[in-house]
């Protein structure tokens, strides 16, 4: 476990929250992954869109895991194919009627939140990708247009750090670090 060292008090499940690499190999219950999906469908969306999708697959499920799997980039397969369930976010980037969700993305990001925290509370872990081949996430699930693929997470109970070759021996171990909030948010006054 890696809890955050952080300046100002946050929630435990804040703090407690941190990607992992390595998994061990005891499944994630069906039960459990819908709470999170649950977690996930409460999020706050413009519109009350709720433009967030999700395909996953549990290790177990042989052909569905192994072509999430197929889908990230070589710098992420030889740790997240150990994940016991990969899950695959994507944002409708249209509302019903047709014109453009600009706040898609943005909304898929808080229902994203709702989801790692929720895992975090429930003692899970995950590790966000951006590094897949949209093209061939797109092809291989017969996407529509409408529909972007943003983020793989591999998630999990976290396993053992020795399990993991170099480079991701090393990041595992390393210390995490984040800006400082002076680097982030700057108060701005409206003139008197």
């Given at each position: 476990m890696k809890p955050a060292n952080t300046t100002f008090p946050v929630q435990e499940a804040i703090r407690q929250r941190w990607s992992p690499r390595a998994f061990a190999s005891?499944?994630?219950?069906?039960?459990?992954?819908?709470?999170?999906?649950?977690?996930?469908?409460?999020?706050?969306?413009?519109?009350n869109a709720q433009p967030w999708r999700y395909i996953y697959a549990h290790h177990?499920?042989?052909?569905?895991?192994?072509?999430?799997?197929?889908?990230?980039?070589?710098?992420?397969?030889?740790w997240a194919r150990h994940a016991p369930v990969l899950i695959l976010a994507l944002a409708q980037t249209q509302y019903d009627n047709g014109t453009p969700n600009g706040a898609a993305l943005h909304d898929l990001g808080l229902a994203n939140g709702n989801l790692i925290l929720e895992a975090t509370a429930l003692g899970l872990h995950g590790h966000f990708m951006g590094g897949f081949d949209r093209d061939k996430v797109k092809h291989t699930f017969q996407l529509p247009d409408t529909l972007e693929p943003v983020v793989?997470?591999?998630?999990?109970?976290?396993?053992?750090?020795?399990?993991?070759?170099?480079?991701?021996?090393?990041?595992?171990?390393?210390?995490?670090?984040?800006?400082?909030?002076?680097?982030?948010?700057?108060?701005?006054?409206?003139?008197?």
């Open positions: 005891y499944p994630v219950a069906p039960e459990t992954l819908q709470q999170l999906f649950e977690a996930a469908a409460w999020a706050p969306s413009a519109m177990a499920d042989t052909e569905a895991f192994q072509q999430l799997t197929e889908c990230l980039l070589p710098g992420n397969q030889p793989i997470l591999a998630l999990g109970y976290i396993g053992n750090a020795e399990q993991l070759e170099e480079p991701f021996l090393s990041r595992e171990k390393a210390p995490r670090q984040r800006k400082a909030v002076a680097e982030i948010a700057f108060h701005r006054q409206l003139p008197a």
